[in-house]
């Protein structure tokens, strides 16, 4: 096989790019996405959107899904069940439709993924030729929001899969793989130096996060993150709702339901590319959008099918969003700075992180802070998957990697049952007979990481912990074992295992019962029965967006996964 192929993916208003893993290392950008017509611009990126026939089979997708259809828009909220109660509005078109087609939010978004990815390899075919999928390996890096809980991450990865992706597929997080873009290109333009602290606000179409980072090397460039990310549903979808809303409002909801649906996405899409795009804030400038079919209101600014929106009222609904980006931003800014550290400038990265207004709002509210709009802001995400990629493969060292330490945004820990100690707090009703007939606390919590520490890049937590079996000489085959890896956002983690302990992921392997009956055997004192301690190593290793869970005996690893998540955490 030739040189490794790293593709770098940002499914939400999707953007793809790619690279060979040798040479110039140069990223590709596809930004030749299939539309209708010459006139749409700036297809970096496609929108995530998808149409399907009366067959229930995908029918268009991208731009070519027409404002007359019946489409999928913003189905990736849906992959968060954790928030998705709470983002109802954005989340009603794409529940709704989910029954019409008979497909879960999951089969949807493998549905577009898997159009994107024969895209994706056609693309790569026009370079490198017919048959390169045989002379290259390939990896893949998806983006998720850092704000999505694990079970949510864990559904992209499965939709991903469904789709036909390879199974060489990496997680990282979508303001980190904005952050590695950014700073690296500003260190080729000698724009940082050692101590540099940049807040890097991914302002996208759905969520919005929040990454720190200071510089603590430029040659090579290491980064380490010095606040504890942020971040919120807040992103441009939730100004669209808020404008449709008042539109709602202005000519009456019974009206605007009759106006055909078509000509109320025409009305949105034109929001979406005329105003929301070129609105600054500046002045007393006025704006329009057309709504077809829609009666003539003089006193509401309603005439000829032409809705007028004042600035005043642009900078209602503009600020209704961008107010919570920036309580976010204040917040990250006073961590950064409760650690003793003064903040650079403010980055502003994503689809929405290119609003002109944002721009404008972040400069006043932060006039010592140096606020910046940087090149290819829309697109800096899914190049910066790639050159991650490029960055963190099986053959580099940790040194070679750009992010060299991240904070925990929350407690992990194994559960287990501790020697019984009142001193300690234990509960009469955790107390349990342990199998040398000594009393035991179960349900205790060993907390390795907590929240809030910094975890260098590639570092192992490993804890050895015990398992009492009964073995015979006589038995063959295996003992089956399972083990939990457990999770707490609480500041300060509860010592045993309460509600706020939420189960992450488990594991269940098997060891040779023969190997097992080679270690030294006791008896209970009351039962008489015969036991066997088995000692395991547990290890975990945190990543930009995922965290690797393995099992040890002996040395020799039993057990191993990205995480089958037991819940919809």
Known sequence: MGLEIIVGVDFGTTGVSWAINGGTKKVRLIDDWPKPNSSIENTEKVPTAISYGQD?????WGYNVESTEKSFKWFKLLLDPQRAAKDADAIISPKSLLGGVNKTAEQVAADYLRLIWGYTMDDIERSQGEGWQSRHPLRIVLTVPAIWSHAAKDRTLRAAQAAGLPENLSLVSEPEAAALKVLRDKNEDQAVKNGDCFVVCDAGGGTVDLISYQVISLVPLHLEE???????????????LAFERHIRTLVGEEQYSAIPEKRRKRMLQEFEISVKRCFDGQGQKDYSVDLHGVKDDPGNGIDDETILLRSNLLRTLFDYVINQILNLVQSQISEVEQAGIVVKAILLVGGFGASKYMYKRLREAYSNIHTLQVNGAWSCICTGATQWGLENTPNTSVSSRSVQSRISRHNYGLCFSSLFDKI???????????????????????????????????HIYSKDLFFSVQVGWRDSGTEEFSSELYYCADAVPPSRKEPSVQLLCEVEYGVDKDKLWLEQSYKNPQTKEKWRDATFTFKFVPGSASIVFSVFYQEEQVAYTRAKYANDS
């Open 226 to 240: 010095c606040a504890t990310g942020d971040g919120g549903k807040c992103g441009s979808v939730y100004l669209d």
């Open 56 to 60: 229930g089979e995908p029918y268009h």
């Open 424 to 458: 300690k707090g234990h509960l009469d009703s955790d107390r349990i007979r342990g199998t040398r007939g000594e009393w035991r606390a179960k349900d205790q919590m060993l907390w390795l990481i907590r929240k809030g520490d910094h975890i260098r890049e590639g």
